[in-house]
């Protein structure tokens, strides 16, 4: 049986500036990710990363789903509530080789690696008699996501751009996955 998997990127907070941090969502976010639930496909199984913003936008859904640990965000370490700004000018050549080196940690937390393994785990460990799937995750793990389906190198990771409301279809039969571009788009206006 094929799998049919779709990620959503998790809803933002209206910020000014991206932090490496999970807060609960705002009220722009939820009205933005309930225009954003008719575009969604069903699925039979759902499930969410334990962020605050994951689950908030899986409730904003009404989903009932699932919170699955191995859908957490990639973990950041000493740079967690800092902006990518903030650590590029603070700590240059660290940040240069987290972004260039898959398997740099200067931040003491997961590498881009680590995460791609385990998000290829999930993705292998997913039964194939669930069907249709959804799973409300982070941005890295779509991300992660994609690089697996593809067996792309894992250095291709920030090259893929996600944002948020995004919805990622792959479908996956026998080990193996395929990334399905057109179609259905969650991403909602502000």
Known sequence: MTIRLTLLCAAANA???????DEPLDERAVRQTRAAAA???PAGVQYTAPSQ???GTAA????DATVDNALRDIDMGSWQGRTL???A???TAAFTAWMTDPEQTPHGGESVAAL?????????DLAAENGRVLAVVEQSVARA????ALSAPMSSFWRIDVPPLTAVQLTGRAGRWNLLLGGASAAADG
């Open 15 to 21: 910020e000014r500036e991206p932090r490496f941090a």
């Open 39 to 41: 575009a969604l496909p």
């Open 53 to 55: 913003r994951c689950r």
């Open 60 to 63: 904003a859904l009404g989903l």
């Open 85 to 87: 700004d903030e650590i």
């Open 89 to 91: 000018s603070s700590d």
């Open 116 to 124: 791609c393994r385990r998000v290829t785990a999930w993705l292998h």
């Open 145 to 148: 996501a994609v690089v697996s």
